[in-house]
């Protein structure tokens, strides 16, 4: 069986298994993303939440667990955002889109994905979020769907004329995507973040680097089993996050 295959089955069941919303849930933690910047990743937002909308109530506070139920939620949302963004491009621009490189369509996809997080990183927020998604308890859910980021963006970007982007190649892309958002992370000024073009600049020399790469050599070298694979994308965001998110901001990751 294809590995690309492989690990896309593996992390998508586990995906499912231990993070399936329910319609109270999905309500409630909506509610309570926009509540985030004030009050950070905390029961204190979801409080926020219910007592500023009538329909919630509060003993629906309990369906929450703060802090990971509202990252690995707002992830799950800024995918599905982002898929509509890509699918947009594909259907209504595809003439545009046609024109455009590989490095180019990747270059839009992350950026587009990075900038869904403007409100959270204006509000410095988004470093708790990151130090916290690479704890040793919620790591692998973090890198898994990392990984369904990247396949909706190489599934919607790839050229229709080349094979399908190899697990290791989808894998080096979740990595250069990792480093760009703490490229933008780590910038002093918060206001500036997105108005600042050295961010952008980056990745896309990580991409064409990449790029460039991959048709020069024979990007295989990835371990045949699933686990492992699963094993090492979630290494991969351990140490990228962990440490370099807790280096720069040590004294404020949020604990339960």
Same mark, same amino acid.
């Given at each position: 069986?294809?590995?690309?295959?492989?690990?896309?089955?593996?992390?998508?069941?586990?995906?499912?298994?231990?993070?399936?919303?329910?319609?109270?849930?999905?309500?409630?933690?909506?509610?309570?993303?926009?509540?985030?910047?004030?009050?950070?990743?905390?029961?204190?937002?979801?409080?926020?939440?219910?007592?500023?909308?009538?329909?919630?109530?509060?003993?629906?506070?309990?369906?929450?667990?703060?802090?990971?139920?509202?990252?690995?939620?707002?992830?799950?949302?800024?995918?599905?955002?982002?898929?509509?963004?890509?699918?947009?491009?594909?259907?209504?621009?595809?003439?545009?889109?046609?024109?455009?490189?590989?490095?180019?369509?990747?270059?839009?996809? &992350?950026?587009?994905?990075?900038?869904?997080?403007?409100? &959270?990183?204006?509000?410095?927020?988004?470093?708790?979020?990151?130090?916290?998604?690479?704890?040793?308890?919620?790591?692998?859910?973090?890198?898994?769907?990392?990984?369904?980021?990247?396949?909706?963006?190489?599934?919607?970007?790839?050229?229709?004329?080349?094979?399908?982007?190899?697990?290791?190649?989808?894998?080096?892309?979740?990595?250069?995507?990792?480093?760009?958002?703490?490229?933008?992370?780590?910038?002093?000024?918060?206001?500036?973040? &997105?108005?600042?073009?050295?961010?952008?600049?980056?990745?896309?020399?990580?991409?064409?680097?990449?790029?460039?790469?991959?048709?020069?050599?024979?990007?295989?070298?990835?371990?045949?089993?699933?686990?492992?694979?699963?094993?090492?994308?979630?290494?991969?965001?351990?140490?990228?996050?962990?440490?370099?998110?807790?280096?720069?901001?040590?004294?404020?990751?949020?604990?339960?």
């Amino acid at each position: 069986m294809h590995r690309s295959f492989v690990l896309r089955t593996v992390l998508s069941r586990n995906s499912r298994r231990c993070f399936s919303w329910s319609a109270p849930q999905v309500q409630l933690l909506r509610a309570s993303l926009p509540h985030v910047p004030a009050y950070g990743w905390t029961q204190d937002a979801v409080a926020a939440a219910v007592s500023s909308n009538t329909r919630l109530s509060v003993a629906a506070t309990g369906l929450v667990q703060a802090p990971y139920d509202l990252i690995a939620f707002c992830m799950d949302e800024w995918n599905d955002q982002l898929r509509q963004i890509l699918l947009e491009r594909v259907n209504n621009y595809a003439e545009e889109w046609g024109t455009l490189s590989l490095v180019d369509r990747l270059h839009f996809a &992350f950026s587009t994905r990075l900038k869904l997080q403007h409100e &959270f990183l204006k509000a410095n927020r988004w470093h708790e979020a990151m130090a916290v998604g690479a704890r040793p308890e919620y790591v692998v859910t973090t890198s898994e769907k990392l990984q369904t980021m990247v396949e909706t963006v190489c599934s919607l970007c790839q050229e229709n004329t080349k094979a399908s982007l190899n697990a290791l190649e989808q894998f080096s892309l979740g990595a250069i995507y990792v480093a760009a958002e703490l490229h933008l992370v780590s910038s002093n000024d918060t206001m500036t973040r &997105f108005e600042d073009d050295e961010t952008w600049a980056f990745l896309r020399q990580q991409l064409i680097q990449w790029d460039r790469l991959r048709n020069t050599t024979t990007l295989t070298a990835l371990p045949e089993s699933a686990a492992t694979v699963a094993y090492v994308s979630s290494t991969l965001v351990s140490s990228l996050t962990s440490g370099l998110a807790s280096l720069m901001f040590p004294s404020e990751i949020p604990r339960k």
